[in-house]
């Protein structure tokens, strides 16, 4: 009984798992060429977070038009946030026998196990968006992404910039919560630490809350209608992506206040909901956080099989936005 | 309605407890401890922030952390309703959460589609449509768990993994965002001063409690928990009442999921609902409904559904670093789960019993 209800559950759960599979897997797979071999095609397998956000989609799309425009086979597969998942992808990528990985680690540390194994296969690995805490950076041949320190000073350098607008409610302090990422993820920890470092120039600033939302709208909306009745004359929300604080948006809307105005709201990446709204007056800045990493991918992915030397660190070209400069870039905004 | 939930002869009234007083007898409810434990919270949350309990009276709508509390545990509760159901007949599941995404993505990517978004019609349209299709989920895990007799854990485990899949499918991967009043008036509008989530939540609890209290369908549905072969033998249709909770359950998901896409405006097929079938079935368990089938309590589980959503809440009003809310968490539920369980009770109450009239007073 319990051996026949076992194999039942040990079916379904593979059948289930080929079915979600199916779902994510819609990149052109179908050249044949089947690993490295010979022939000159590369293919590289991608391991993604997941598509938890506008951002992240448009990073995917990114990186699977590129590989299809450049004749890449790429093998994608969707992690939906979470690290075993990824590490298995990783693992089946260096088993089919791929010539290059490529992967945006859900959180920093626990690879060094998997990239051992990658490097015993010789398959070299590209980091891309987020990087790994490893004592060891032989274990990946580039880390092709944003500096998320810098984005969290130019967050930072900003309010302190145009910290006397900021002071909503004219005390004389700018008071300000943090709406943190994914907790243990690089930009999470990253934005908290370049954004503190920077209004640490400035007594006048102070953080007085912040709590996680985990990236998400929703998560930004239950933690910001929280602080708004836990905590006194909040003037500025930093909400390390723009999803938490169009989250938070919502929030201060059914709390009756205006947001972009009677309580300020700094984001970081620039998806075009984010755009849209502070264009719309909504959010005050948006430090851009670019996702088309796709094209620089592929020209590393191209010369790390190559064999070429290729820089550690590639940093990603980044802007920032104010509410007119939202304005212009809006219509043209890919994503 | 609550009050047929403690009937007389719980199994571990004898018959001395029997004569003890009304007191007692609520000390023994197997709502008391949740209901405490839920007090607790909101006592520590007041003294965090004095104003905590407060709810302002005076804009067009109430406000207040405890209506936000009341607001963001609707879609839980209504998902808990029919989880205690399915539960009571000895099943479970798990793919509520995934239900709840897929019926955001229909609702949300038709009235993104439609020619008007903005109108009443597009979104009842849109809301329809999402809630048939959780029918049809419904209907699918019933088939499997009824029909097919696969056990309810790996039935609901096939729609909990792929489900997330045809909620991607549905939106394409995007998060798609629109603005529509009915949709979003669903999750933060208001009637009469008081949050519409709420009042849907409290009419579908009034709805299955009068459904599973005032009909004998509440005990056909304990008794399919109980014993299903005796049940059957006895000439209860247990088929259709298993395939008919797994129904309901699906429908409550949709409603669910149908706020959680107004709450923010937004499909988001990854994380809307995700986890919540873990929430709602700690929801039942924390109201002292048994994971083995029969009898089972909405109240408790109403009750064990606001006490989650508080848990959200006091973790930031209290500000616990990010790092070690899950602690928190954890520990919270895990003091809630012990109180619950009879062996630790029954342990309490020996060492209380050389002074009965005092703790009894007392308590």
């Not at chain 1, 709204?277 to 099989?305: R, S, T, Y």
Request: aromatic share 4%.
């Amino acid at each position: 009984m319990l051996r026949k209800s076992l194999i039942a559950a040990a079916a379904m759960t593979l059948g289930a798992a080929s079915l979600s599979a199916c779902g994510s897997s819609d990149s052109g797979g179908d050249s044949g060429s089947g690993g490295s071999g010979g022939d000159e095609t590369i293919t590289m397998g991608f391991a993604q977070v997941g598509a938890e956000s506008g951002w992240r989609t448009a990073n995917t799309t990114s990186i699977q038009d590129t590989a299809e425009a450049e004749g890449i086979d790429l093998k994608f597969s969707d992690a939906q946030q979470k690290q075993e998942n990824q590490i298995k992808a990783i693992r089946s990528y260096i088993q089919q026998k791929v010539d290059v990985i490529a992967f945006s680690p859900v959180v920093e540390t626990g690879w060094d196990t998997v990239l051992q194994e990658a490097k015993r296969a010789n398959i070299p690995v590209i980091l891309t968006d987020r990087s790994v805490d490893s004592e060891d950076d032989s274990l990946y041949a580039t880390f092709l992404g944003s500096d998320f320190v810098e984005e969290g000073e130019k967050a930072g350098q900003w309010l302190v910039d145009n910290a006397s607008d900021m002071d909503v409610d004219g005390d004389g302090s700018v008071k300000v919560v943090q709406l943190e990422g994914t907790t243990g993820s690089a930009p999470a920890i990253d934005r908290e630490e370049g954004f503190n470092s920077v209004i640490g120039s400035d007594d006048a600033i102070e953080v007085i809350a912040s709590q996680t939302g985990d990236f998400t709208r929703d998560g930004g909306k239950k933690v910001m209608e929280t602080f708004l009745s836990s905590e006194d004359g909040i003037d500025v929300v930093y909400a390390h992506n723009d999803d938490m604080g169009l989250g938070a948006i919502e929030a201060i809307k059914a709390e009756g206040l205006t947001p972009g105005e009677d309580i300020k709201i700094i984001t970081v990446d620039a998806v075009k909901d984010g755009m849209t709204a502070l264009a719309n007056g909504e959010i005050n800045f948006i430090v851009e956080c670019n996702p088309l990493l796709g094209p620089q991918l592929m020209d590393l992915a191209k010369q790390v099989v190559a064999g070429e030397e290729v820089e550690k660190r590639v940093v990603t070209e980044e802007t920032t936005f104010t509410q007119e400069q939202a304005k212009e870039a809006l219509p043209d905004r890919q994503y | 309605m609550t009050d047929t939930l403690t009937p007389p002869d719980l199994p571990e009234a004898t018959e001395p407890e029997r004569r003890a007083s009304r007191l007692e007898t609520a000390r023994r409810s197997p709502l008391v401890w949740p209901v405490l434990a839920l007090v607790l919270l909101l006592a520590v949350n007041t003294v965090a922030t004095p104003t905590f309990l407060l709810v302002d009276l005076s804009g067009d709508r109430l406000s207040g952390p405890l209506v936000n509390i009341a607001r963001n545990a609707a879609p839980l509760v209504l998902i808990g309703l029919g989880m205690t159901l399915v539960i009571a007949t000895r099943g479970i599941d798990l793919s509520v959460g995934a239900v709840a995404a897929i019926a955001g993505a229909v609702a949300c990517v038709h009235i993104a589609g439609s020619p008007d978004p903005g109108a009443a019609s597009t979104a009842v349209v849109a809301m329809s449509l999402a809630l048939a299709c959780c029918v049809a989920l419904g209907l699918w895990n019933g088939f499997l768990v009824s029909v097919l007799g696969i056990q309810p854990i790996i039935a609901t485990l096939v729609l909990m993994t792929a489900g997330r899949g045809l909620a991607m499918l549905v939106t394409d991967g995007q998060i798609t965002t629109v603005t529509n009043g009915v949709l979003s008036g669903l999750a933060v509008g208001h009637v009469a001063k008081v949050p519409v989530a709420v009042l849907v939540a409290l009419a579908v609890l009034g709805l299955t409690a009068f459904v599973v209290r005032r009909t004998a369908l509440g005990m056909l549905v304990e008794a399919v928990g109980i014993n299903p072969e005796a049940s059957r033998l006895a000439g209860v249709r247990s088929r259709t009442i298993i395939w008919t909770v797994y129904v309901f359950v699906a429908l409550c998901a949709g409603l669910a999921g149908l706020m959680i896409a107004g709450n923010t405006n937004a499909a988001d097929a990854n994380n809307a609902g995700l986890w919540i079938e873990l929430d709602a079935i700690l929801a039942v368990v924390i109201g002292g409904t048994s994971l083995a089938g029969g009898r089972f309590s909405l109240a408790g589980t109403v009750v064990g559904a606001l006490f989650i959503t508080t848990l959200a809440v006091t973790i930031t009003n209290l500000g616990i670093p990010s790092q070690t809310n899950y602690v928190f968490k954890a520990i919270a539920v895990i003091a809630v789960c012990l109180i619950q369980s009879p062996q630790v009770r029954h342990a309490l109450r020996r060492r209380r019993t050389p002074a009965r009239t005092v703790a009894g007073g007392a308590a």
